[in-house]
């Protein structure tokens, strides 16, 4: 494929952003074209379960760039204007009715909140979009009694941020730990003793099966025969890959966009980054998709580069994935991959204090670490994954 002239990027948000700025750090001139489904400049959306909903922020805190700095990115900014289809053949990005057309795409559509099913009472809330964020501040303004369904990152911190603001809070996760899947069966039990402690009722290992209200919901019915009376609920069980617009496309789908080593999708001149992106991560040999913040921008980094190397040499992206929340003050951070099975080791602080490092280690080598309120240390742990380290030498600390 020859250099790109025209480059669209599907997916205005912290991906679709980064990848544009990359590409004109990296020297490209050619031209931009950003399509974004929502009708504001990017945003941060960590900010959407925290300050902003705490109302500690003014929405236009989170702002990625100041508007009047967009016009050295030099780029057509298409706001409000979705991808809607992909024609490969024609090398052009369907919106609705028109044609955009690429030599190169980049997707970063990002992903969509999964929902209950059937037909939801007024009051029952999903986190994802700034409208979302200020549409559950406002009903947290009326002193509202909140549940928060799934305990996961997002569902965490909007109990915590809710408890925060003295409201009555009930936290509802159908596992038997909140994030049993990142961290482990000992360390989710202490998210959930966070919570606790901090005021919020946690109702672990139960399923929602419905609402009691109408026309607005004023209980959660659970499984197990409890109701959990509510004004608000926030349902955070997840995300799913936008991907519905490439149905038909050819483009290669599995749990978001399938791509190689250097982010590149299964059609030439065709790359993803951020929550979309399924690539396939050589540090690890697997096919993973990775919702977090700093991944964003990482790949965002590696997609540039990559399009800008065309058939040239250009570095895998192999990323040791890392992730943070907080929730109740305290700052909960992972980086690496943990599995069920692996050793678990406090090497620094205590539980008890809420101040602590653990290291994972599986097959003798360190895997993942998790830091509360240890921001250096987890970096510091992060790049001994990286280096590889035996999980023997990373136990005498990281500057073994």
Not at 8 to 37: C, D, H, K, M, Q
Not at 181 to 201: F, I, N, S, T
Request: glycine share 12%.
């Amino acid at each position: 494929m020859s250099a790109p002239a025209r480059v669209v990027v599907a997916g205005g948000s912290l991906a679709g952003l980064r990848a544009l700025e990359a590409l004109r750090r990296g020297g490209f001139g050619g031209r931009v074209t950003v399509l974004g489904a929502e009708d504001t400049l990017p945003y941060d959306r960590p900010p959407l379960s925290k300050e902003i909903l705490a109302g500690k922020w003014d929405p236009a805190r989170a702002a990625l760039r100041k508007p009047e700095s967009y016009a050295e990115l030099d780029a057509q900014w298409r706001l409000g204007t979705p991808a809607t289809g992909l024609d490969l053949a024609g090398r052009a990005v369907l919106a609705g009715d028109e044609r955009v057309p690429f030599d190169a795409l980049v997707i970063a559509t990002g992903a969509a909140p999964r929902r209950l099913p059937g037909p939801l009472p007024r009051g029952v809330h999903v986190l994802r979009t700034l409208a979302d964020c200020l549409s559950i501040r406002d009903a947290f303004d009326g002193g509202a009694r909140v549940a928060v369904v799934g305990a996961g990152f997002i569902g965490g911190e909007v109990a915590a941020t809710a408890r925060g603001r003295g409201l009555d809070v009930t936290l509802i996760e159908a596992l038997p730990v909140p994030l049993e899947r990142q961290l482990g069966a000992a360390m989710g039990a202490e998210v959930a003793a966070l919570q606790r402690d901090c005021g919020v009722d946690v109702r672990l290992g139960v399923g929602v099966t419905g609402f009691e209200g109408a026309p607005r919901v004023r209980a959660v019915l659970l499984a197990d025969g409890s109701a959990v009376p509510a004004d608000v609920v926030v349902v955070g069980i997840g995300v799913v890959p936008e991907t519905g617009w490439l149905a038909g496309s050819g483009l290669a789908l599995e749990d978001g966009v399938l791509c190689d080593e250097r982010c590149r999708a299964s059609a030439p001149g065709v790359y993803a980054a951020g929550d979309v992106a399924r690539w396939w991560n050589p540090r690890y040999r697997e096919a993973m998709r990775v919702e977090h913040w700093t991944h964003a921008t990482e790949q965002a980094d590696a997609v540039a580069a990559s399009l800008l190397a065309g058939k040239g040499p250009c570095a895998p992206f192999a990323p040791v994935p890392y992730f943070w929340s907080d929730q109740h003050g305290v700052k909960i951070q992972l980086a690496g991959r943990t599995q069920p099975g692996d050793e678990l080791r406090v090497v620094d602080g205590a539980l008890s204090e809420r101040r602590f490092v653990a290291l994972y280690g599986r097959a003798g080598h360190l895997v993942a670490v998790l830091g509360w309120n240890r921001p250096r240390l987890v970096m510091q742990f992060r790049q001994l994954i990286r280096d590889g380290a035996s999980f023997e030498d990373a136990l005498r600390g990281p500057a073994a």
